[in-house]
Structure formats: C-alpha cells, structure tokens
C-alpha cells in the first residue's frame, strides 16, 4: 500500500518501569520494545518512519544503528503523548497521506493489523481510525466511549474516567490512523486533565467538533496490542509469547518435557523429534537440527546446531555445530567455534575461536582457543593450549590424526602435523612435523629416600 506514513512515540520515561533506562530498551524475549515495533511497521515500507525520542534519547539511539530509514525528532519536555506527536510535524506537516501512530510500547502489534487501520481510514472517509480492543481487565487504559459499534465519540483516561466510563470494557490500544487534519487537531490540544498532559487521545473529540467522523476497528487478541507499562506487564507478555512458540514447536513435532521450565526465544528453528529437556534456554538467534536432545541448564545463544546433536548442561554462544556432534556435560564453546560433524567435546572443555574437525573429541577439562583441529584427533584429559602472550593471541594448528597425550600445553603459535604422537605431561614450543614423537617433559627420577 502507498501513501502513508508512520510515527512511533517513544519520548516517555516509562517511569513504572523502575528503572534507570528508558522502557523501550528493556527486552521482550531479547529484543528490545523499540526494534518489536520498527521491524513491525518497516516491513510496510511506509513513506517515512519518523520516531520520537525524549528522555534518555541516546540510550535509545544506540539500537537503532543499522534503521537508516528511521528520521528520529525529539521531544524535549514530556508534555504526553499528543505533544510528543506534534515534534513530528516538522517531518510530516505538509505530508498528504495517512499517519499511522503507535506507541513504542506495543510490542506484539501485526503488520496486517497497521495496514487494515489505514484501510479502514480511507474505507470510511473517517479523519482517525482507532484500534479497540475488548478486555476484561481495562485498568489503566483509555476507554472507548462510543456511539456506536463503528464511530468514537471519545477517549477517557483512566485517571480522567468517571466511576461508570470505568466499567467500559472497550479499551484504546494506542494505535491510530490519522487523516492530514491530525495537525490541526493537535494544536488545538489542551492539558486541562488530571496528568496536565497533552493527551493523544483528545484529538478525537477535537476532530468531531471539527465535523470529523472517528472511526475504529477492533482486534480479537488483546495480547496483540497488550501495552507495556510495568516489569509485570513485560513478563506477562514474555510468558505469553513463549507459550505461543512452544506450542507452535510442540505442533511441528518438537518434544518439550516440562514446558513451564524451559525459556525459548520467539525465533528459535528446532527440527522434528528433537527433545528439550527442563532446564534448557534457547536465546535468540538459534537454530536446531532433527533429532537432537538438549539436556537440562544448557545456555545456548546465536548458534546453529546439525542434526542428531546432543549438549548436556553446556554453554554454546555463536558457534556452528554440525551433525551428530557431542557436547558436554559442562562444555564450553564460544566466539565463532566450528564443531564438524561427530566431534564430542566433553567435561570442563572450552573451545574458542576455533575449528575441530569431524570425529575429533575434546573429552576432558581442555582448553582449545585460536586452533585449528584436524580429523580424527584426540585431545588428552587436561591438554591446554597457550594462545595468549599476554599482549597478542597465537594460533595453534593441529594435523589429522594426531594424538595428543593428557596434560599437554601447546605454546602457541606452534603446528603440529599429521599423525603426530605427543607424550603426555609435554609442553610443546616448537612445530613438530607429520608422523613424529615428540616429548618434552623432565625424565623422571628414582632416589632413595634417606639423606634428602
Ligand atoms: C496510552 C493512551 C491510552 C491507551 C494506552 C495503550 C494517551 C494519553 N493514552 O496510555 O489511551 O489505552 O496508551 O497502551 O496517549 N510518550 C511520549 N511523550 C510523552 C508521553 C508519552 O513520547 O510526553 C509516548 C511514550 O513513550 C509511549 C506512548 O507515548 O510510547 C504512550 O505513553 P504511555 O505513558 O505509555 O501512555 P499510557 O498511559 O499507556
Ligand atoms: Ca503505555
């Protein structure tokens, strides 16, 4: 659809928050408020996307690096919601098109349900759509006084309700579709109101008094346009997205053991016939083959993981991990890792920055960082390699096939070649090349005990 335009408020404190940062950075499933509801209203390709950013305005930039579309004005007085939108039309005031409005803080609104409120806007020839919403616990929003089921006659805040526009059910969103009138209503706000803002909401008596129609639709699921104003509300809205992903997990074939005790992001992939075990927390950005059975406390963060793998109690974050890998318990891979398929890195180990190749295993309190590992290499129990000299990291390549016994330090940078044997207890300084033995440890002593 073309010719309109959006505005997103997101100048307030959001001071029920509590909190020291503004609200819409706080994260909604390791989002923040303020990306839910750009990535939702970009996907429109509007006009413009203008944003209107006050309080700790830099704090709130800093998300927002990669949207070069966005053209943010600023509200330097929080004077509410309407004088926040009026910053706004510096950008807009000659604009001839629709003017979607939302309030950052409806993080769970649809793109589908933006374009019906434009819509219904031109449909109707109203100045001002309003997205309604019914719900049996209006506290807190703005009620929809209504003439009928089709046209607003007004907005009430809670505070500003009388005891019986309180009982009203019908609740305001805070998303709105604005004919190029918007401007002049606006102006003619005034903060005569229990909070001495200048409210949004009012411009919907100022457009009827204007000889305006206001017209609304409504949206079925309150969760969709839930706003957050608190950490409750936040977590209520937390706790309904993910019970949302785990049933549409649960639906394509994902078992999930005890699916009050795991913590999945909005857009994990897992395959068909894996198993989630309690425990488990899937952060953004991951992706899980087929068949694979992620056991209890295991973190896992911006990875992919092949098919057939199994991680038990262990922390994956950026890494690839391909099929019918072994990790864990308590492993640690991190920082770019590559784990090819079959490799198992098992108790206390650590892998950062680093390849292993396929059949490989890492089985016992290791440390494998700025590495290169061939095929079917053994690492020994508590081998450990010395990338860092204290001001520059080193890096240690590995040939296929090679054994390293328990307990070896490889002092980086150093390569070791294929089908290479070293003696448990080495500390290894120099390359060793391909087919050899190489110890490097102090030949142990027999004495007597008498006279030491
Ligand atoms: C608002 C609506 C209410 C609606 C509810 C839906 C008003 C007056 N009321 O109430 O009818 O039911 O949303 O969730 O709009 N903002 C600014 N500058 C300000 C004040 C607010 O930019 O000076 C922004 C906030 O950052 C926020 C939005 O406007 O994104 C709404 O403000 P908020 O304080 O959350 O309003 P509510 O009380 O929730
Ligand atoms: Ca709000």
């Given at each position: 659809?073309?010719?309109?335009?959006?505005?997103?408020?997101?100048?307030?404190?959001?001071?029920?928050?509590?909190?020291?940062?503004?609200?819409?950075?706080?994260?909604?499933?390791?989002?923040?408020?303020?990306?839910?509801?750009?990535?939702?209203?970009?996907?429109?390709?509007?006009d413009?996307?203008?944003?209107?950013?006050?309080?700790?305005?830099?704090?709130?930039?800093?998300?927002?690096?990669?949207?070069?579309?966005?053209?943010?004005v600023?509200?330097?007085?929080?004077?509410?919601?309407?004088?926040?939108?009026?910053?706004?039309?510096?950008?807009?005031?000659?604009?001839?098109?629709?003017?979607?409005?939302l309030?950052?803080?409806?993080?769970?609104?649809?793109?589908?349900?933006?374009?019906?409120?434009?819509?219904n806007?031109?449909?109707?020839?109203?100045?001002?759509?309003?997205?309604?919403?019914?719900?049996?616990?209006?506290?807190?929003?703005?009620?929809?006084?209504?003439?009928?089921?089709?046209?607003?006659?007004?907005?009430?805040?809670?505070?500003?309700a009388?005891?019986?526009?309180?009982?009203?059910?019908?609740?305001?969103?805070?998303?709105?579709?604005?004919?190029?009138?918007?401007?002049?209503?606006?102006?003619?706000?005034?903060?005569?109101?229990?909070?001495?803002?200048?409210?949004?909401?009012?411009?919907?008596?100022?457009?009827?008094?204007?000889?305006?129609?206001?017209?609304?639709?409504?949206?079925?699921?309150?969760?969709?346009?839930?706003?957050?104003?608190t950490?409750?509300?936040?977590?209520?809205?937390?706790?309904?997205?993910?019970?949302?992903?785990?049933?549409?997990?649960?639906?394509?074939?994902?078992?999930?053991?005890?699916t009050?005790?795991?913590?999945?992001?909005?857009?994990?992939?897992?395959?068909?016939?894996?198993?989630?075990?309690?425990?488990?927390?899937?952060d953004?950005?991951?992706?899980?083959?087929?068949?694979?059975?992620?056991?209890?406390?295991?973190y896992?963060?911006?990875?992919?993981?092949?098919?057939?793998?199994?991680?038990?109690?262990?922390?994956?974050?950026?890494?690839?991990?391909?099929?019918?890998?072994?990790?864990?318990?308590?492993?640690?891979?991190?920082?770019?890792?590559?784990?090819?398929?079959?490799?198992?890195?098992?108790?206390?180990?650590?892998?950062?920055?680093?390849?292993?190749?396929?059949?490989?295993?890492?089985?016992?309190?290791?440390?494998?960082?700025?590495?290169?590992?061939?095929?079917n290499?053994?690492?020994?129990?508590?081998?450990?390699?010395?990338?860092?000299?204290?001001?520059?990291?080193?890096?240690?390549?590995?040939?296929?096939?090679?054994?390293?016994?328990?307990?070896?330090?490889?002092?980086?940078?150093?390569?070791?070649?294929?089908?290479?044997?070293?003696a448990?207890?080495?500390?290894?300084?120099h390359?060793?090349?391909?087919?050899?033995?190489a110890?490097?440890?102090?030949?142990?002593e027999?004495?007597?005990?008498?006279?030491?």
């Amino acid at each position: 659809m073309k010719n309109f335009s959006v505005v997103v408020l997101a100048a307030g404190a959001g001071k029920r928050m509590r909190s020291s940062l503004p609200k819409v950075v706080h994260r909604l499933s390791g989002k923040p408020l303020i990306k839910w509801v750009i990535d939702s209203v970009s996907v429109l390709k509007p006009d413009n996307l203008v944003l209107v950013l006050g309080w700790c305005a830099k704090s709130v930039e800093c998300f927002l690096s990669d949207d070069s579309n966005i053209k943010i004005v600023y509200q330097k007085e929080q004077l509410g919601s309407g004088h926040a939108l009026l910053q706004a039309e510096r950008i807009l005031g000659n604009y001839k098109g629709d003017i979607l409005v939302l309030n950052a803080d409806v993080p769970l609104i649809k793109s589908s349900v933006l374009l019906s409120l434009v819509e219904n806007n031109r449909k109707t020839g109203a100045s001002a759509t309003v997205l309604v919403v019914r719900t049996s616990d209006p506290f807190g929003y703005g009620r929809i006084v209504a003439e009928n089921d089709k046209y607003v006659e007004k907005i009430v805040e809670e505070k500003d309700a009388t005891s019986e526009e309180r009982q009203i059910k019908k609740i305001n969103s805070g998303v709105y579709c604005f004919d190029e009138n918007l401007w002049r209503a606006l102006l003619k706000l005034k903060s005569n109101n229990v909070k001495k803002e200048y409210y949004l909401t009012d411009t919907v008596t100022i457009l009827r008094e204007l000889g305006k129609k206001v017209s609304s639709i409504i949206v079925e699921d309150s969760c969709e346009v839930k706003g957050i104003n608190t950490r409750e509300e936040l977590s209520e809205v937390e706790s309904a997205l993910k019970e949302r992903k785990i049933k549409e997990l649960l639906d394509n074939g994902v078992s999930i053991i005890d699916t009050s005790n795991v913590y999945i992001s909005y857009d994990a992939k897992i395959g068909m016939d894996s198993v989630i075990y309690p425990g488990v927390f899937i952060d953004t950005d991951v992706s899980i083959g087929k068949n694979c059975v992620i056991k209890g406390s295991s973190y896992i963060k911006n990875s992919r993981i092949g098919d057939a793998s199994v991680i038990s109690y262990s922390y994956v974050q950026d890494a690839v991990v391909d099929e019918r890998v072994k990790i864990g318990p308590f492993s640690h891979i991190r920082q770019n890792s590559i784990l090819n398929e079959n490799v198992k890195v098992g108790n206390f180990s650590e892998i950062k920055q680093s390849v292993i190749s396929g059949n490989s295993e890492v089985n016992h309190l290791s440390y494998i960082g700025d590495a290169q590992v061939g095929k079917n290499v053994n690492v020994g129990a508590g081998t450990i390699v010395c990338n860092y000299d204290g001001i520059k990291k080193h890096e240690t390549i590995i040939g296929s096939r090679s054994f390293i016994g328990s307990n070896v330090n490889l002092v980086a940078p150093v390569e070791i070649g294929e089908d290479v044997f070293i003696a448990a207890g080495s500390t290894i300084t120099h390359d060793i090349p391909s087919e050899k033995f190489a110890i490097a440890r102090a030949r142990q002593e027999i004495k007597e005990k008498e006279g030491l």
